[in-house]
């Protein structure tokens, strides 16, 4: 699912910035600079609409931008939220893969005590660089 929430975005006297999302009641970072404060927001929307997802709940209708008046050191900014791309991306959840080696490989492997699932998922991050 696709969605776009208003954010509050608030200097933080020690630094930094405290960002909420007053249409999903927890969604709440500090971050020490703009750039990681929209990173982390964007994760912890992200985060907070998958439990409600998970949940069969449906989040709360989105606060019209101009609605949501700051104060003092405030800004708005919209925020995006792709559950489904957030999902496919942070899911750790194994999946089962069979896979072939000649007979005198695994048992090499064996001998060397190698956890051939641990080695793939090693050689496939190097290779996709992830």
Known sequence: MYYIYPALFKTNPNGGYIVTVPDVPGCVVGGATLEESMKLVKNALCDCLCVLEDEKERPRTRTAPHAIKPIDDEF?????ADTSKYRAEH???SVRKNVSLPAWLNTKAEQNHINCSQLLQEALRERLQV
């Open 76 to 80: 708005v900014a919209m925020i995006e």
């Open 91 to 93: 899911d750790n959840k």
